[in-house]
C-alpha cells in the first residue's frame, strides 16, 4: 500500500514541474527590460553645447576664401601703385628723352651757323663775277632751305624792337629818325629752333 503511494506521488511531482517551468519562463517575460547603464553607450550632446562648440572656435568656421581676401587687397594696392609709378617714370624718362634731343640738335645745327655767316659774308663783297655771285647765292638758298627743314629759323631782326630774349645789343646809337629801342643794323643774326633760341642776335640799338 505504501508503495503504490509512492509511486503516485512521483507521478504527480513529475507532472506538475514542468508547470512550474512554464510560469517562471512567463514571469521572466513579463518582467520590464533592465536599463542599460550609462557608460555602455555614448549620450548625445544636446544642441546648446555644440553651438557653444562653434562659438568658441570662430576661426574653424570661417572659410579659406575669407582669409585670403586681404592678401589680395593688399597686393592689388601695391600692383596699383607700382603701376603708377612706371607709368610716371615712363612719362619723366619720355620728357627728359625729347629734351636731351633737343638740345643735341640744338648743339649740332648751331655749329653749322658760322657756315651761314661766311656766306653772307660773300654775298656782301662786290664782284664783277655774276656767275660768281650765282652760285654763292644758290648756295645759301640751299642752306636755309636745309636748316628750315630741321626746324631752325632765321629772325630777321632788322627794323625790329629790341628784346633781351631774343637779341644781345652790342651797340647804342642816338638817333632821332629811328624808334626807341630800335634794331639799327645786325651784326650776327639770330636764329630759332621752334620757340628755343640756339643763337642770339648781335645788334645794335638806337634811343
Given at each position: 500500500?505504501?508503495?503504490?503511494?509512492?509511486?503516485?506521488?512521483?507521478?504527480?511531482?513529475?507532472?506538475?514541474?514542468?508547470?512550474?517551468?512554464?510560469?517562471?519562463?512567463?514571469?521572466?517575460?513579463?518582467a520590464?527590460?533592465?536599463?542599460t547603464?550609462?557608460?555602455?553607450?555614448?549620450?548625445?550632446?544636446?544642441?546648446?553645447?555644440?553651438?557653444?562648440?562653434?562659438?568658441?572656435?570662430?576661426?574653424?568656421?570661417k572659410?579659406?576664401?575669407?582669409?585670403?581676401?586681404?592678401?589680395?587687397?593688399?597686393?592689388?594696392?601695391?600692383y596699383?601703385?607700382?603701376?603708377?609709378?612706371?607709368?610716371?617714370?615712363?612719362?619723366?624718362?619720355?620728357?627728359?628723352?625729347?629734351?636731351?634731343?633737343?638740345?643735341?640738335?640744338?648743339?649740332?645745327?648751331?655749329?653749322?651757323?658760322?657756315?651761314?655767316?661766311?656766306?653772307?659774308?660773300?654775298?656782301?663783297?662786290?664782284?664783277?663775277?655774276?656767275?660768281?655771285?650765282?652760285?654763292?647765292?644758290?648756295?645759301?638758298?640751299?642752306?636755309?632751305?636745309?636748316?628750315?627743314?630741321?626746324?631752325?629759323?632765321?629772325?630777321?631782326?632788322?627794323?625790329?624792337?629790341?628784346?633781351?630774349?631774343?637779341?644781345?645789343?652790342?651797340?647804342?646809337?642816338?638817333?632821332?629818325?629811328?624808334?626807341?629801342?630800335?634794331?639799327?643794323?645786325?651784326?650776327?643774326?639770330?636764329?630759332?629752333?621752334?620757340?628755343?633760341?640756339?643763337?642770339?642776335?648781335?645788334?645794335?640799338?638806337?634811343?
Amino acid at each position: 500500500m505504501s508503495k503504490n503511494r509512492k509511486q503516485t506521488e512521483e507521478t504527480v511531482k513529475e507532472e506538475t514541474a514542468p508547470a512550474e517551468e512554464i510560469q517562471e519562463e512567463a514571469a521572466k517575460a513579463d518582467a520590464p527590460a533592465e536599463e542599460t547603464p550609462k557608460d555602455a553607450a555614448p549620450e548625445a550632446k544636446p544642441a546648446e553645447e555644440k553651438q557653444s562648440e562653434s562659438e568658441r572656435k570662430p576661426d574653424e568656421a570661417k572659410p579659406p576664401e575669407a582669409e585670403k581676401k586681404p592678401d589680395e587687397a593688399a597686393m592689388n594696392d601695391k600692383y596699383l601703385r607700382l603701376l603708377a609709378e612706371y607709368d610716371n617714370f615712363r612719362k619723366r624718362s619720355q620728357k627728359e628723352k625729347d629734351a636731351l634731343y633737343g638740345d643735341i640738335k640744338a648743339s649740332t645745327l648751331r655749329s653749322f651757323l658760322p657756315v651761314y655767316d661766311n656766306l653772307v659774308r660773300a654775298l656782301a663783297q662786290p664782284t664783277a663775277d655774276e656767275a660768281y655771285k650765282k652760285g654763292v647765292e644758290m648756295i645759301m638758298a640751299q642752306f636755309k632751305s636745309t636748316m628750315e627743314k630741321l626746324g631752325v629759323t632765321e629772325m630777321h631782326s632788322l627794323g625790329e624792337k629790341f628784346d633781351p630774349a631774343f637779341h644781345n645789343a652790342v651797340m647804342h646809337v642816338d638817333d632821332e629818325e629811328k624808334g626807341e629801342n630800335e634794331i639799327v643794323e645786325v651784326f650776327q643774326e639770330g636764329f630759332l629752333m621752334g620757340d628755343k633760341v640756339i643763337r642770339f642776335a648781335m645788334v645794335k640799338v638806337a634811343n
